[in-house]
């Protein structure tokens, strides 16, 4: 049983036929980094807010188990969702805007443990300060009083990460957790993710589009691409040999140029078939339907027809 | 010669006590045809720079020449806005939304009386091509562009001019990884056909590796190592370079898990300490640099490096911290 299961989730928008996502799915185990990669508009965001429940109004879940430790997250009877927030966090993009502008530091980590532990104001208080400590902040006691803008970006991260494992998570979801930060205190957020990953044994879904960071973090990887799955393996599976096209693209567009044929087109979510059909350079009837993930190599799956019909997408 | 000299540069936003020093003393050159790649973390002054550069904020202190002619006053003389140009990092926000893109690309020429109105079009038409879009685009406007599109059409529009220099500011940061690929391969061929030099101004490091020829590390408004590009990458020498080079996430999976991490964050620029400014997070201080400010030396191999410790060895060492 792993840690948290996301199979077939599909979301979209209400009054529309499209979906958003389709037929999502991924696994994490304990104390284990699942990057999840795509560039902007693969539905990365979309599918970690559908995990916590956060789906924005107008757009609805419309298929689809997340499980927590073999719980289903979704009640069947009503369709909502269970509350999680002790077991599952998030940190999000842009640290400063996260937190609540109006009040001190401190106090939002300790009102956070107050709801979710039921604590009392001067034990969350005092959690709150330890939490802060335990994130490397120097001069915690300076930063528990100060208001979020008096704090750099880097130290912002660090209050939010502070903040979502004040609550002894199972899984945290961290969006582009480092993507408005500078690479050096970027190294400085990924040791700590790091760190805190195998003290506590929680499993991170890590969201980002740097195949970069990937590297640097993940120990398996899933890479979405219009709201679908294209491939998940092992890291070193999927980087040694990505079996999609759409990963082999992606890789080359961070080392060479590409086929033009493959650029410049956004994701079309209307398409009926594979969501890369209208740019991948191999394709061919079969891919006019929607293709399953399948496993290729043990460990190792990929949405792709080519591997079946024998055609493994090399030039 | 160099078509640009950049020489004791100083910006400073705001008086007396609130005064921020920005760029504290620049010295940098640019030959035709170049690329100047201007690497550095947010609010190292790398984009203050190149807008003392172009002209869109005066210097407090300090000398702009180009072409053999220093520069003054703010804006300079109109065949100096004709020959340096700027690309901004959101085409989005830079382009008139109002505009369709034959007007956005006529625009400056008209500004700048550089043309006769039946040339104008002429030029449009040419470089629209250049940057490898049709005719079929000129009664756009900006929001039927993708982001890449726009930034071509961003580009084009300081190409029109021909510019001998094109300061480009962060130019693809808002793009996906994918299209920045070709909007490189576009700077890159344009270069080859009209010898225009780029001040290419940027955070992300592996983009100025594809399309710089040298490059210059930018710390606290000052530059603490400029050098070939490859050098710079393959052997940096000051401790930021270093620290700035091993933090950037690589996709080499046998190098996993082997940066340096500095200590700390990089200070205020308004309360710098006396000395060195990357002083309480460097692995190598000593006394010297608490006390005195480095200078940027030139080394044998032609880099110029600020660094006590690589430039003075002997020296630096004499006093334990």
Known sequence: ?315 | MALLEVRGLRKSFGHGRNRVPAVRGVDLEIAPGETLGLVGESGCGKTTLGRVVVGLQAATEGEIIFDGETLDGKLGKPEYRRRVQMVFQHPSQSLNRRMRVATTLSEPLRLLHASAADQVAERVDVVLRLVGLGPDYLRRTPRQLSGGQQQRIAIARALMPEPDLVVLDEPTSSLDQSVRGRIIALLRSIQDERGVAYLFISHDLSTVRKIADRVAVMYLGRIVEEAPTEQVFEDPQHPYTKALLSAVPSMDLDNRGTRIILEGETPSPSALPQGCSFQDRCPLVHTRCRTEQPTLISLPDGRRVECFAVTSPSQAYEVNP
């Open chain 1, 1 to 315: 049983m792993s840690l948290l299961e996301v199979d077939g989730l599909t979301v979209g928008l209400e009054r529309s036929p499209h979906s958003l996502l389709r037929e999502v799915g991924f696994t994490v185990e304990p104390g284990e980094v699942m990057g999840l990669v795509g560039e902007s508009g693969s539905g990365k965001t979309m599918a970690s807010l559908a995990i916590m429940g956060l789906l924005p109004s107008g757009i609805e879940q419309r298929g689809g188990t997340v499980r927590l430790e073999g719980r289903d997250l979704m009640d069947s009877g009503t369709g909502e969702i269970h509350r999680t927030a002790n077991q599952m966090t998030m940190i999000f993009q842009d640290p400063r805007s996260a937190l609540n502008p109006t009040m001190r530091i401190g106090r939002q980590i300790a009102r956070v443990i107050e709801t979710n532990q039921n604590a009392s104001r001067e034990k969350a208080r005092a959690a709150a300060l330890a939490a802060l400590s335990h994130v490397g902040i120097p001069g915690a006691k300076r930063v528990f009083r100060a208001y979020p803008h008096q704090l750099s970006g880097g130290m912002c991260q660090r209050v939010m990460i502070a903040m979502a494992l004040a609550c002894k998570p199972r899984i945290l979801i961290a969006d582009e957790p480092t993507t408005a930060l500078d690479v050096t205190i970027q190294a400085q957020i990924f040791d700590l993710i790091n760190d805190l990953v195998q003290e506590t044994g929680c499993g991170v879904l890590f969201i980002t589009h740097d195949l970069g960071a990937i590297a640097e973090m993940c120990d398996r990887v899933t890479v979405l691409y219009g709201g679908q799955v294209m491939e998940t393996g092992s890291l070193r599976g999927v980087f040694t040999q990505p079996l999609h096209p759409y990963t082999q693209f992606l890789f080359d567009a961070v080392e060479r140029e590409v086929d033009p044929r493959v650029e410049e087109k956004g994701a079309n979510f209307a398409l009926a078939g594979c969501r890369f059909g209208h740019r991948c350079p191999y394709v061919f009837e079969a891919c006019g339907q929607f293709p399953p993930l399948r496993t290729v190599i043990e460990g190792h799956r990929s949405a792709c027809f080519l591997p079946e019909e024998g055609r493994i997408g090399a030039p």
